[in-house]
């Protein structure tokens, strides 16, 4: 399933919240990063099961658990990499889209992906987050 678009030009904190071996502390462990993300893309799975009889003429499914990911593209302020070298650990992400007067958003989970990406040559920072973390 493809990642639908969530969010475009957004005001956007992460916080880290360290490695995933324990619980996230999210007020010790990092300065939030606060950039413009350019996009948010959200993406919802669902776990299925054959459970259909021998005879049936048609497979029949049931659902049996749900996940969600994140993938953010941010406009970073300098050149380097704020989070690369941070797999695997807890991230906090608010967010709200520019245009709205709306409260931020937030989503937690674990960073399972990482891209520098350079799109006419802004410098951009990939992240895939993997919500509904063991510990989150």
Known sequence: MPYRLVG???????????AQDGLPNYAVTSIPVKALAKEIRKKDTLQTADVSALGDVRTIIQGLRGSTEFQIDLEVDDAGADFDGFLGNYVRVEYKELSTMAAFKVFIGIITGYELVMPDGATMERLTIACDANGA
């Open 8 to 18: 475009q030009n957004c005001a956007c904190q992460v916080t880290m919240g360290g």
